[in-house]
């Protein structure tokens, strides 16, 4: 009722375990962990284990999968300063991709800690899954 593509319990566990992987994410009630684990060697080098911290797994999965839907975007910040996440998919269009791009730059820009002192972003790079990355000019 949420809007989720695909439903299930251990019949998904079970397509999973034969290479079915036809969804960008997992979300998953809490209970159902233990049962997710069975196939975790199988999400986990694709970045689909559900996670507690990136809000997949939740007691509320209707209110996940609303958020999933909606948009919202999950994004890796390393101990170096490097931060990583996807703004864009090929089938959205130039003009949508440098929409997300300068969301996500604004609220990284915003999150700065008042004690940050100098340059807070240094260097913009965009690249495909796989591509060569572009640099790109900080405005």
Do not use: W
């Not at 694709?46 to 939740?58: A, D, F, H, W």
């Not at 703004?87 to 609220?107: P, Y």
């Amino acid at each position: 009722s949420a809007g989720a593509d695909v439903v299930g319990s251990d019949d998904l566990i079970k397509k999973i375990e034969d290479g079915q992987l036809n969804f960008d994410r997992i979300i998953a009630s809490p209970d159902m962990m233990s049962t997710v684990s069975k196939v975790a060697k199988i999400l986990g080098p694709k970045g689909l284990m559900p996670n507690p911290k990136m809000g997949t797994v939740s007691s509320n999965v209707g209110d996940a999968v609303k958020l999933a839907k909606s948009g919202q975007v999950h994004y890796k910040a390393e101990k170096n300063g490097l931060v990583q996440a996807g703004v864009g998919k090929l089938s959205f269009g130039i003009e949508k991709i440098c929409e997300n791009v300068n969301t996500f730059v604004q609220t990284i820009k915003q999150s700065k800690p008042t004690g940050a002192k100098g340059t807070f972003i240094k260097k913009i790079s965009i690249s495909s899954t796989m591509g060569v990355s572009l640099n790109c000019e900080i405005i």
